[in-house]
């Protein structure tokens, strides 16, 4: 029974060593799992900043080309009739929006829905401009009745998307 004792005395203090061990090297081993996870979120904050602002100015300049004056004056041309000028306004919208979406990962949701509001907005005024005009007509009588239609919205959403965008950016950075 004294051989049981003593070796149990032996055995005793070493697992508790061996416990204490293997609690210190997971203390260890997840404080060093900690930092590097901090230092690999730190890491990829730091490259995200300059795609994040690349990203805020895209589409600051998607909203600039997307406003009527700008949009007429960058795809007509003198001899454009309504019908040409229509299909070229659509095509440029669609072109724009389309180089630009992957951006929205950088952006809130809400900004995004904005955008996206205020192309459909536009691609509807310029729709109901068309049955206004004589599809031979030229284009610039097109071009004049979408303006006056964009002046004349109460809430024109590409504006709002703008100093939405704006703001965001302002807050973020």
């Known amino acids: 029974m004294t051989t049981f004792t003593e070796q149990f005395g ?8 061996m416990m204490l061990a293997v609690y210190m090297l997971n203390k260890v ?5 900690t930092r590097r996870v ?9 490259q995200m900043v300059p795609l994040r602002a690349q990203a805020y100015e895209r589409l600051t300049l998607l ?3 997307m406003q009527p004056t700008n949009l007429l004056a960058r795809v007509q041309t003198p001899k454009m009739n309504t019908q040409s000028l229509h299909r070229v306004l659509i095509q440029s919208i669609r ?18 829905s904005l955008i996206n509001q205020g192309k459909d907005q536009l691609i509807s005024v310029i729709n109901a401009q068309i049955t206004d005009t004589d599809p031979r007509a030229e284009g610039i009588e097109l071009g004049k009745l ?7 919205e109460h809430k024109w959403l590409l504006d709002d998307a703008l100093t939405h ?3 965001e950016f302002r807050e973020n950075y």
């Open 165 to 167: 965008l704006k703001k």
């Open 95 to 112: 072109s724009e929006y389309d180089h630009n979406m992957s951006q929205q990962v950088y952006i809130s949701d809400e900004t995004w």
């Open 29 to 33: 081993l997840n404080h060093d799992h």
């Open 38 to 46: 901090f230092e690999y979120k730190k890491s990829a904050a730091k």
């Open 10 to 17: 032996f055995v005793l203090p070493a697992i508790l060593v």
């Open 146 to 152: 979408i303006i006056e239609a964009s002046l004349s």
């Open 63 to 65: 909203l600039e080309r």
